[in-house]
């Protein structure tokens, strides 16, 4: 009954280059504070397996993408040191790079030669998944996870055919992006499990208002661990950004969890 009101009232919209409908984040006082507290009560995510695609404690995760078979290595050591992170794998990059693989084949999506930029990349699957979509994509993270996001594209990107291309290149969110990532605007920007803390949450919406153009389109993929954060930055990108939430009806139909929320988001 709840998702049957929630539909009735939600406005369906269509945002930048994908092209199935979402739920717009209505702008409003209170209106990151009712997005967040109908995700919870609905998905209720506390309630369902965390972890469902991944294995954290594994030196590597195998998943089937494109007709190819990754193999992303993992650095389950690094996880739960102060500061570090993406030295493993989260659902939300599994549900991400999934969408994008079954948006392209149900004709949602085109990446054929689209400009990509991967923010916080980590591992760097999904970029890998947007690589072999046809993307010329390009993974940032931090100058201390290039050495693991390197061998990943190395190892699984080196003996295919490629249709399209994937370098990688150090990125510090707040920092001025180098000329590669703006010149010419992306037309995608990906992010999965990015949204983690309010300081955060400041730098990235530097980024991305620096990263975008008119005509980019960003997904966010994210957990659903914290609500007050989730929350804080609804609250702040809706100044610069208009947010529509993706329904779970149009991910890979292989690859729903709910504790994971995805989000497209386009400048105004």
Known sequence: MEEEEENATAAMVKLGSYGGSVMLVVPGEESAAEETMLLWGIQQPTLS??????????????????GHSLSILQSPSSLGKPGVTGSVM???????????????????????????????????????IA???????????????????RKNIETNMKHISLRGSITATELTWGDDPDQELIDPTPDYILGSDVVYSEG?????????????????????????????????????????????????????????????????????
Request: charged letters at 20%.
């Open 131 to 149: 690589a072999l979509l046809g993307g010329e994509v390009i993974l940032t993270d931090l100058p201390d996870r290039m050495r693991l996001l």
């Open 90 to 128: 989260w659902d939300s990059g599994i549900v991400l790079g999934k969408f994008l693989e079954h948006s392209v084949d149900s004709g949602m999506l085109v990446l054929q030669g689209k400009k990509i930029v991967e923010l916080g990349s980590g591992c760097g699957l999904v970029g890998c």
């Open 200 to 268: 955060a949450v400041v730098d990235l919406l530097e980024t991305l208002g620096q990263l975008s153009g008119p005509n980019t389109t960003i997904f966010l993929a994210g957990e659903l661990r914290n609500d007050a954060i989730l929350e804080y930055f609804l609250e702040a990108a809706m100044n610069d950004f208009t947010i529509g939430r993706v329904d779970q009806t149009l991910w890979h139909p292989d690859y729903h969890s709910n504790r994971v929320v995805l989000y497209v988001l386009v400048k105004k």
């Open 49 to 66: 397996k965390p972890n469902a695609f991944v294995a954290q404690s594994s030196l590597q995760l195998r998943l089937d993408s494109c």
